[in-house]
């Protein structure tokens, strides 16, 4: 089991940037395949980016690919959403999530945060 918290939400306006961070705690936490979500009021939770902890590799929703960048950084057990040149279509609560292995499916992680809001304005 791994236990992870985010932080770095905030109000900003359309073009701006922002950071998001994760931090992870438990055993496991270096085997597993780390990813961002992000739920819109009335929408489904939906997949953002996703990165392998030992490897790198990363993935992405095509809603945000060229925008945001995900990262980590393995002595800090951290793991990073930069996002840039926001639009108010991102404004959603942002979890980080731990899974066994590479997917952007909702049902295949088994570890959550607790979600931190960001709101984009026009």
């Known amino acids: 089991q791994v236990q992870l918290v985010e932080s770095g939400g905030g109000l900003v306006q359309a073009g701006d940037s922002l950071r998001l961070s994760c931090a992870a705690s438990g055993r496991s936490f270096r085997w597993y395949f780390l990813g961002w979500f992000r739920q819109a009021p009335g929408k489904e939770r939906e997949f953002v980016a996703g990165?392998?902890?030992?490897?790198?590799?990363?993935n992405y929703a095509d809603s945000v690919k060229g925008r945001f960048t995900i990262s980590r950084d393995n002595p800090k057990n951290t793991v990073y959403l930069q996002m840039d040149s926001l639009k108010p279509e991102d404004t959603a609560v942002y979890y980080c999530a731990a899974g066994p292995g590479a997917s952007n499916r909702l049902n295949d992680y088994t570890s959550w945060g607790q979600g931190t809001q960001v709101t984009v304005s026009s």
């Open positions: 990165i392998n902890w030992s490897g790198g590799s990363t």
